[in-house]
């Protein structure tokens, strides 16, 4: 189980559990990568509804490398995610959560 006060989700790809973390580095290669110009503009688009298959993958590779598995966006596609695309969808939004979570 990753650690939700670090901002740690897990996620099961080829059966293997990997630890996602959105790192402020994973943060900047995912705003060039979907083409955002802020973090807001990032959430509102997540937030709103407005996301995409490939943009819910180009999450799901910025929490993996921000949780140290380097994994490029083919190999993830091409990848069985344990609960399909839902749990890949739920993973994302939760990874985003947690990202911008503060803890007391």
Known sequence: MGNRWRGEVMLVVEGQHHRMRLTLGALAELEEDLGETSL?????????????????????????RGGGTMMDPDQLAGAEIEGGPMRAAQAAAELLARAFTVSS
């Not at 990032?42 to 993996?64: I, K, M, N, P, Y």
């Open 40 to 64: 807001m503009a990032l959430v509102q688009r997540f937030e709103t509804g407005g996301f995409s298959t490939r943009d819910v993958l180009a999450l799901l590779v910025a929490g993996l």
